[in-house]
């Protein structure tokens, strides 16, 4: 399975305050090539501390090999 991973800020009203938002998102491509959903995890802001607990997520739901390139 190919995994595209990225993450798009929003801005957001929170408590009477516009602030950013990021949702993270991960989308498979499987064996017969069809596009899947793996996750969606929103943060405040795009960090690798984020990124590296979305990865551990990942792997508790079975992703065996991680390729970053």
């Known amino acids: 399975m190919v995994v595209w991973m990225d993450g798009i ?3 957001v009203r929170e408590s009477g305050k516009v602030i ?4 993270y998102l991960c989308v498979g491509l ?3 090539g069809y ?6 995890w929103i943060g ?5 501390s984020f990124w590296m ?5 990942l792997k508790a739901c079975g992703v065996e090999d ?3 390139r």
């Open 35 to 40: 596009k899947e959903v793996l996750g969606m």
């Open 30 to 32: 499987n064996n017969r």
């Open 20 to 23: 950013n938002k990021t949702v």
């Open 9 to 11: 800020v929003f801005k």
């Open 44 to 48: 405040k802001a795009e960090s690798s």
């Open 53 to 57: 607990s979305v990865l551990t997520d």
């Open 66 to 68: 991680i390729l970053i």
